[in-house]
C-alpha cells in the first residue's frame, strides 16, 4: 500500500514564526502536492512537484514556499504564519504525467495560528 | 475542469446498498470521471475512476449513463466505516501541466446502524 505521512496531525503556531510542514511518501512517485482544505472552499492547490527540486504555483501560493530536495519528501513553508493560515493541510503523491492519475493523500496536518 | 453536482447529504441504512449521483452536464469526451471519498479526520481516499462503460473494484462500483451526463457511486453494502464525504470530480485526460484535483462540496453519506 502508498503510504503518505506528515510531520504532525496538529500543530499550534503563533503569528509570525516560520512552520514548516513535512510530508514522506514511500511509493517513489514523481508528483507530490500540498493543498489547504477549508469550510466551505472545498481542496485548494498551494504548490507541486513534478520532478526534485522543480515546483509550480498552484491556485494560492502566497504567503507559503516549498522545497524538494528529495523524491520521497516535499515541505511546504509558511515563512511568516498569520491567522487566516489556519487550515488543515493535505499532501500528496502520484505516479506519472497523465492528469487520470491517483492522488494518494496524508493524514493532514490541522494548522492553528493565533 | 468542468463542473459537477451532487446533493448535499444522503442517508443509509447499515448493510444496505447506496447509490451516491452526480451529474455533470458539461462533460466534455476526454474528461475521466472519479471519486475520492474523505472519512473523518482523515485525508481524502481515491474510490474509482471511469471514462464510458461502468466499472468495479473492491471498493465500489461505478455506473456510467450512457450520455456521460451523470455517474452514480454504488456501495454494494454500506458498513459505518463507510460514513463520509464523497466527491465526484472530472479530469481531463488531455490537459495541461498540474494534476491538481478540483474537489467541489461533495455528499455526506451518514450511515445508520
Known amino acids: 500500500d502508498v503510504k503518505v505521512t506528515q510531520s504532525s496531525r496538529y500543530l499550534v503556531k503563533r503569528t509570525g514564526e516560520k512552520v514548516f510542514l513535512e510530508c514522506v511518501q514511500d511509493?517513489?512517485?514523481?508528483?507530490m502536492f500540498w493543498y489547504r482544505q477549508d469550510p466551505g472552499l472545498g481542496l485548494r492547490l498551494i504548490y507541486f512537484?513534478?520532478?526534485?527540486?522543480?515546483?509550480e504555483k498552484g491556485d494560492i501560493p502566497e504567503g507559503y514556499s516549498v522545497s524538494r530536495e528529495k523524491k520521497e519528501r516535499f515541505s511546504l513553508i509558511l515563512e511568516s504564519a498569520s491567522t487566516n493560515q489556519t487550515s488543515m493541510y493535505l499532501c500528496?503523491?502520484?505516479?506519472?504525467?497523465?492528469?487520470?492519475?491517483?492522488?494518494?493523500f496524508g493524514p493532514g496536518t490541522r494548522l492553528t495560528v493565533l | 475542469d468542468a463542473k459537477t453536482t451532487q446533493p448535499n447529504s444522503m442517508e443509509s441504512n447499515e448493510e444496505e446498498p447506496v447509490h451516491l449521483p452526480c451529474n455533470h452536464s458539461?462533460?466534455?469526451?476526454?474528461?475521466?470521471i472519479h471519486w475520492y471519498r474523505q472519512l473523518p479526520s482523515q485525508g481524502p481516499e481515491y474510490v474509482i475512476h471511469?471514462?464510458?462503460s461502468n466499472v468495479n473494484n473492491r471498493m465500489a462500483s461505478l455506473a456510467i449513463a450512457e450520455d456521460r451526463k451523470s455517474s452514480t457511486l454504488i456501495l454494494h453494502r454500506a458498513t459505518l466505516r463507510d460514513a463520509a464525504v464523497y466527491y465526484c470530480?472530472?479530469?481531463?485526460?488531455?490537459?495541461?501541466?498540474?494534476?491538481?484535483?478540483?474537489f467541489g462540496g461533495g455528499t455526506r453519506l451518514m450511515v445508520k446502524p
Open positions: 500528496a503523491s502520484s505516479f506519472g504525467g497523465p492528469r487520470t492519475d491517483t492522488q494518494y
Open positions: 511509493m517513489d512517485h514523481e508528483n
Open positions: 512537484s513534478y520532478d526534485v527540486k522543480m515546483k
Open positions: 458539461t462533460i466534455s469526451g476526454t474528461d475521466y
Open positions: 471511469g471514462l464510458t
Open positions: 470530480i472530472l479530469r481531463d485526460v488531455g490537459g495541461n501541466a498540474g494534476n491538481m484535483l478540483t
